[in-house]
T-cell receptor, first 117, second 114 residues
Framework: DAGITQSPRHKVTETGTPVTLRCHQTENHRYMYWYRQDPGHGLRLIHYSYGVKDTDKGEVSDGYSVSRSKTEDFLLTLESATSSQTSVYFC????????????????FGEGSWLTVV | GQQLNQSPQSMFIQEGEDVSMNCTSS?????WLWYKQDPGEGPVLLIA?????ELTSNGRLTAQFGITRKDSFLNISASIPSDVGIYFCAGQRKSGGSNYKLTFGKGTLLTVNP
């Protein structure tokens, strides 16, 4: 258990509305990530954070923004939700304590199911 | 983004059989990770591999980091019904500074017939 909590776990929203997903971690991990998972595409990185107020884009960042004002919380915002953003969203973490010379181990939350109608 | 070539896409086996799946890439990776995902849940880390040629076991699971750094395999011995799920490989390489980019395979769906 890597101490990751995602909320909400399930949400249905209307096209054009803003949506915020929250990832909360209890173990002071430095790196946090948001992925989306879709059939035929697997897991794709949206945004990631390498510290408080330090974030960067992943491969599918258009239409999404993130914020990290505290170590424990990483928020993903859909500024104006579209049907193409219907997906399962996963938060993930890693930390320097999990760092190996050739890479680091990444742990995932339980997912947030978002449906945009 | 680049995807790993993971095969097979799906497997349907009898309980007690051994299972093998693999991932290949045209690029070199520093780390290979294998995850299992149950329906409605997030991926759970099974095995992490950090060195070329490394062979690591976790119970009935064995995974190897290919010597060329471009491939990895996962074996499950004596499968049981709870092994059902989707198995993902992920390759990781340095993308600048202390950041590492993780690339996922599309998964292998395993069904075990009791």
């Amino acid at each position: 258990d890597a101490g990751i909590t995602q909320s909400p776990r399930h949400k249905v929203t209307e096209t054009g509305t803003p949506v915020t997903l929250r990832c909360h971690q209890t173990e002071n991990h430095r790196y946090m990530y948001w992925y989306r998972q879709d059939p035929g595409h697997g897991l794709r990185l949206i945004h990631y954070s390498y510290g408080v107020k330090d974030t960067d884009k992943g491969e599918v960042s258009d239409g999404y923004s993130v914020s990290r004002s505290k170590t424990e919380d990483f928020l993903l915002t859909l500024e104006s939700a579209t049907s193409s953003q219907t997906s399962v969203y996963f938060c993930a973490i890693t930390s320097d304590s999990l760092f190996k010379p050739s890479g680091n181990t990444i742990y995932f939350g339980e997912g947030s199911w978002l449906t945009v109608v | 983004g680049q995807q790993l070539n993971q095969s097979p896409q799906s497997m349907f086996i009898q309980e007690g059989e051994d299972v093998s799946m693999n991932c290949t890439s045209s690029s070199i990776f520093n780390t290979w990770l294998w995850y299992k995902q149950d329906p409605g849940e997030g991926p759970v880390l099974l095995i992490a591999l950090y060195k070329a040629g490394e062979l690591t076991s976790n119970g009935r699971l064995t995974a190897q980091f290919g010597i060329t750094r471009k491939d990895s395999f996962l074996n499950i011995s004596a499968s049981i019904p709870s092994d059902v799920g989707i198995y993902f490989c992920a390759g990781q390489r340095k993308s600048g500074g202390s950041n590492y980019k993780l690339t996922f395979g599309k998964g292998t769906l395993l069904t075990v017939n009791p």
